[in-house]
């Protein structure tokens, strides 16, 4: 088959999850192609220009990069596969044209604008709401991160279940590179770790809170490092007059594997996941999890982490307390570890490459 590939979101300067998974699925899914013996044959599409070596080099693959500076998908891309006429289109985030030919296969990530509306401003929220319908619409097949979204979806846009196919993806164990995180973000010898837009979502005050009942219960000054950029309606109450609280801000990719094996703990207390790789990248550090028991977390966790009511400060702070003993370290360290091995790009990319077939 000849299959168009939307390859926009792998050109970002500071990649979020969604531009993560388009990058690392492409990548793998060139590598897994070019090992078929009848191999597809891949257009990738761009609006700007992909460093060399972004890729993996492969006969079966072409780029384009198409520029444009609105709507590119609606118009620009929408455009090229009128002329190209492939056999299937694959988006891997989302949003379908609303206008193109032949056959199509699209990413839903996840529908928290639905269940979180007030964290998206409104304009976002309803070309999300919109596009994301149309795409469940229009597709042919729809892959989601978890077994959550596909639930969203039945849900929210009636998606027939038979249509909606669960490809976990794959989580790379994070590059482990010296770096001085005191000296670079003014981060403590101990602390508890966070990583994430900061927004209301990931339920940044009441980590916060359970964070100052742990040391107030516990007598520990171990830190609350809170790595990523403030998102859209942070509030700065959510840590006003806590001790022991470092924002970072962004912190770059290649620190991120550092922070994790450094830290007590990964706590992700929050609201809502479509997937968090944040916590299978912990996971493949040795560093315990502490998640929440809602969306797709206990699917990501299984048994190998501390699973928590996100509503309730005293069950997180009692999680951060817990994962203190040695014992309790070390079984989750193990588990964690096993349970990573789990979710591989490789695997994700046969998945999808047989359900091309299909």
């Known amino acids: 088959m000849r299959l168009a590939v939307d390859a926009s979101r792998c050109t970002a300067a500071h990649p979020t999850g969604t531009e993560h998974y388009a990058l690392q699925l492409i990548r793998h899914l060139?590598?897994?192609?070019?090992?078929r013996p009848?191999?597809?044959?891949l257009t990738l599409?761009?609006?700007?220009?992909?460093?060399?070596?972004?890729?993996?080099?492969?006969?079966?693959?072409?780029?384009?990069v198409i520029p444009f500076p609105r709507l590119w998908t609606h118009l620009r891309f929408a455009a090229a596969l009128f002329r190209d006429r492939p056999d299937v289109t694959f988006v891997p985030a989302h949003t379908l044209p609303f206008v193109f030919p032949g056959r199509a296969m699209v990413t839903v990530h996840d529908l928290g604008y639905v269940w979180f509306p007030q964290t998206h401003r409104l304009p976002q929220r309803l070309y999300l709401d919109?596009?994301?319908?149309?795409?469940?619409?229009?597709?042919d097949l729809i892959l989601a991160d978890s077994a959550a979204t596909r639930a969203d979806l039945a849900r929210v846009y009636q998606t027939p279940t038979d249509k909606v196919h669960v490809v976990y993806p794959g989580v790379e164990p994070p590059l482990i590179q010296p770096v001085d995180l005191q000296q670079r973000y003014g981060i403590p010898q101990r602390y508890f770790l966070f990583i994430g837009t900061l927004q209301p979502r990931k339920n940044i005050a009441r980590l916060v809170a359970a964070h100052q009942r742990y040391r107030r219960h516990t007598n520990d000054d171990a830190g609350l490092v809170l790595a990523g950029s403030r998102g859209w309606l942070y509030d700065d109450r959510w840590t006003q007059g806590a001790?022991?609280?470092?924002?970072?801000?962004?912190?770059?990719?290649?620190?991120?594997?550092?922070?994790l094996a450094e830290a007590i703990a990964l706590v992700m207390p929050s609201l809502y996941e479509g997937f968090g790789f944040?916590?299978?990248e912990a996971m493949h550090c040795g560093t315990p999890v502490i998640a929440s028991r809602t969306s797709s977390l206990p699917e990501l966790v299984g048994e190998a982490g501390l699973l928590v009511d996100p509503l309730n400060v005293d069950e997180i702070a009692q999680a951060m307390q817990r994962v203190t003993d040695p014992a309790v370290r070390k079984?989750?360290?193990?588990?964690?570890?096993?349970?990573?091995q789990r979710f591989s790009w490789e695997s994700s990319a046969q998945q999808v490459l047989?359900?091309?077939?299909q």
């Open 38 to 41: 009848r191999p597809h044959q």
């Open 278 to 280: 944040p916590v299978l």
């Open 30 to 35: 060139i590598t897994a192609n070019d090992a």
């Open 331 to 340: 079984q989750l360290t193990a588990a964690g570890r096993a349970q990573a």
């Open 243 to 259: 001790e022991g609280v470092i924002i970072t801000g962004y912190v770059e990719e290649a620190h991120k594997g550092a922070l």
């Open 354 to 357: 047989a359900l091309l077939d």
């Open 130 to 139: 919109l596009t994301t319908r149309w795409s469940a619409r229009r597709a």
């Open 45 to 64: 599409y761009f609006r700007d220009a992909p460093a060399a070596g972004l890729f993996p080099s492969s006969p079966n693959v072409q780029q384009r």
